[in-house]
């Protein structure tokens, strides 16, 4: 599976929108990009995930740039329960469904 | 709508002494996963199943063993507990190519 690279931290005020950067430059063809968060040592929480087109579902937009070699993870109106730690994980279609966690990115919303 | 349970979701053991993590599934899926995660750290992967009666290794799968013999529960098992062993672990479930939901977690304490 292929690494990824992430911002350890980042601040975003709330009700403006959070960019998360993910940097994955040794993705495959057959590989998917997926965000999960996870809030206060809970279990992870998954949020999306793609392959090569832009995808939005009611959390958030994950953004592919048109080589896959990075991604942006948007949520549009950031709230204080979205601080968070976020995970951008690349997964191989047909393999078990590993995921490889790196140290992700925390995000702190502040009011 | 339970999703995934772990139990229990709290434990101290002692040195040398043996246990078990039950998690169990209501959804019908095929697959399942037990992770660790330690202070600061992403999620590391133990071991995995990708069917009733199958089980894979993952990353760290040293010191623990698994059991799949139902396909909504997976066991993760602790022979003789070590210190090194104190996390909080996780377990997860999902159907083939498709987000893992996790459980709350056991967080486990080895004196």
């Known amino acids: 599976d292929a690494k990824t690279t992430q911002p350890t931290s980042m601040d975003c005020a709330e009700g403006r929108a959070a960019n998360l950067p993910c940097n994955h430059s040794?993705?495959?063809?057959?590989?998917?990009v997926y965000w999960y968060r996870q809030i206060h040592s809970q279990g992870p929480q998954y949020i999306i995930h793609?392959?090569?087109n832009n995808e939005t579902n009611e959390m958030a937009s994950l953004i592919i740039t048109e080589d896959r070699k990075s991604s942006t993870l948007i949520l549009p109106h950031a709230t204080l329960r979205d601080t968070a730690v976020y995970y951008c994980i690349v997964r191989a279609y047909n393999q078990g469904g590993k995921l490889i966690f790196g140290q992700g990115t925390e995000l702190s919303v502040k009011p | 709508n339970a999703g995934v349970t772990q139990t229990p979701k709290f434990r101290v053991l002692k040195t040398g002494q043996s246990m078990t993590l039950l998690c169990a599934q209501d959804m019908n899926h095929e697959y399942m996963y037990w992770y660790r995660q330690d202070p600061g750290m992403g999620l590391r992967l133990i071991h995995y199943s990708v069917g009733e009666g199958t089980t894979a290794k993952g990353e760290v799968p040293d010191g623990y063993n698994v059991s799949r013999l139902k396909k909504q529960n997976f066991l993760l098992g602790l022979e003789s507990a070590a210190p090194s062993q104190t996390s909080v672990y996780f377990c997860?479930?999902?159907?083939?190519?498709?987000?893992?939901?996790f459980g709350d977690g056991t967080r486990l304490s080895i004196l």
């Open positions: 040794t993705i495959s063809g057959n590989e998917y």
């Open positions: 793609g392959l090569k």
């Open positions: 997860a479930s999902s159907n083939p190519n498709q987000p893992q939901h």
